[in-house]
Every structure is written in structure tokens, then in C-alpha cells.
């Protein structure tokens, strides 16, 4: 078993299945700094997309109301 101070060199992705660089995938944050997302960068934005197609009036709201605030200090 990997001492969790040892940062994971490669990884598969659940989504396409490659071994990839652990470059190659985001971190979970903070409080899990040494753990890296299921999927890799590249299948996230896959991902990202088709559910931007599907809830295209939903995206547009978040994008817009986020704008709003940010414009507007929060």
C-alpha cells in the first residue's frame, strides 16, 4: 500500500480506459491533495460538453447569474 504522502505517477482513466500521466488529471482539492479524479482532463471536458448540449438553458443561467456576481462583488 502507497504511504499517502507518495503522489500517484500514473493512472487509468474510468472513462476511456488509457493509462495515463497523473498530469494528465485534475486533483480533487485541498483536503484531498494527494488523490486525482476518476477521469482524465480531456474526458472531463467530454463530459462537460455533452451536459452543456442537454442543459443548454441551465448553463446559460449559472454563466449569467455568475457574471452578475462577479461584476458585482458577490
Not at 500500500?1 to 493509462?19: A, D, I, P, S
Not at 472531463?44 to 457574471?67: A, G
Request: positive net charge; aromatic residues 12%.
Amino acid at each position: 500500500m502507497k504511504k499517502r504522502t507518495e503522489f500517484q505517477k500514473e493512472k487509468r482513466c474510468n472513462k476511456c480506459g488509457l493509462v495515463k500521466p497523473a498530469k494528465d488529471f485534475s486533483k480533487h482539492g485541498k483536503l484531498h491533495s494527494f488523490s486525482l479524479k476518476y477521469a482524465c482532463k480531456k474526458c472531463q471536458v467530454e463530459r462537460m460538453k455533452k451536459w452543456i448540449e442537454k442543459n443548454r438553458e441551465k448553463f446559460n443561467k449559472y454563466q449569467k447569474d455568475y457574471q452578475y456576481k462577479r461584476n458585482h462583488n458577490g
